[in-house]
């Protein structure tokens, strides 16, 4: 069974950083596609990155100040925040996939494991 835990959220000001981290088991971070969704009280979860083989996809609004990697040795994958802003607020969730859906990558439904999420809040 694939298990996926998330951490590293927490509050911060606009302007920061923060570096999210999701442990994998049950799956190789390598294997298939490891995806980042962010869900805003109210709102729909939303794309944020994925990265399958060595390829990295960002939505718009994150390009340029987030960066997703992972760690095959610890099977984790990473989203590094940057230049934070208060629209980024909300909860991050890491989500698994199979090495099927790369042209669904940014669908939600599309991955078949997700982790509890951790809460970003960024506000001054």
């Known amino acids: 069974q694939v298990q996926l835990a998330e951490s590293g959220g927490g509050l911060v000001q606009p302007g920061d950083s923060l570096r999210l981290s999701c442990a994998a088991s049950g799956r190789p971070v390598n294997s298939g596609a490891m995806g980042w969704f962010r869900q805003a009280p109210g709102k729909e979860r939303e794309f944020v990155s994925a990265v399958k083989g060595g390829t990295t996809y960002y939505s718009d609004s994150v390009k340029g100040r987030f960066a997703i990697s992972k760690d095959s040795a610890k099977n984790t994958v990473y989203l590094q925040m940057n230049r934070l802003k208060p629209e980024d607020t909300a909860a991050y969730f890491c989500?698994?996939?199979?090495?099927?859906?790369?042209?669904?990558?940014?669908?939600?439904?599309?991955?078949?494991?997700w982790g509890q999420g951790t809460q970003v809040t960024v506000s001054s």
């Open positions: 989500a698994s996939g199979p090495s099927t859906i790369t042209s669904q990558l940014r669908n939600p439904g599309a991955y078949d494991y």
